[in-house]
């Protein structure tokens, strides 16, 4: 199918996130991360997701909704969808590395070194 005629391809149909439970209101209250990972944890097929919110809604409350953003937030980075997951992420603090985007090739001049033949690694007496 050629799609020039209509300026280009379709976006691909967007569903948006539709809270009903309590658990799944308090969860998306977080925002777009929150949503984030909704979609991106029902899109990998996670079955245990209601239980898995309302265990996230107890570590959002013990961490404060700023950890807990940005922990959700690298949980979404690294399709890592269950609440064992952001609490790995929230145990290990601040001092997580921040993902950077690939820079230029890394060139390094490397020392010449002298070149030996095989027969000098030899095992003697064989």
């Known amino acids: 199918m050629r799609d020039d005629h209509y300026g280009g391809p379709r976006p691909a149909p ?23 990972f909704i979609t991106g944890a029902a899109a990998a097929g996670c079955t245990r997701l209601p239980a898995e919110l309302a265990e996230l809604n107890t570590l959002r409350a013990a961490h404060g909704a700023d950890a807990f953003a940005a922990a959700l937030d690298r949980a979404v980075a690294f399709s890592r969808w269950r609440a064992a997951d952001v609490r790995s992420i929230l145990g290990a603090g601040a001092g997580l590395p921040a993902q950077a985007a690939p820079g ?15 027969s000098d690694y030899a095992i003697g007496g064989l």
């Open 14 to 36: 967007r569903r948006a996130v539709r809270p009903r439970t309590a658990a799944e209101k308090a969860f998306c209250a977080l925002g777009p991360v929150a949503e984030a």
């Open 104 to 118: 230029d090739a890394l060139v390094l001049e490397l020392p010449v070194v002298p070149v030996r033949p095989l």
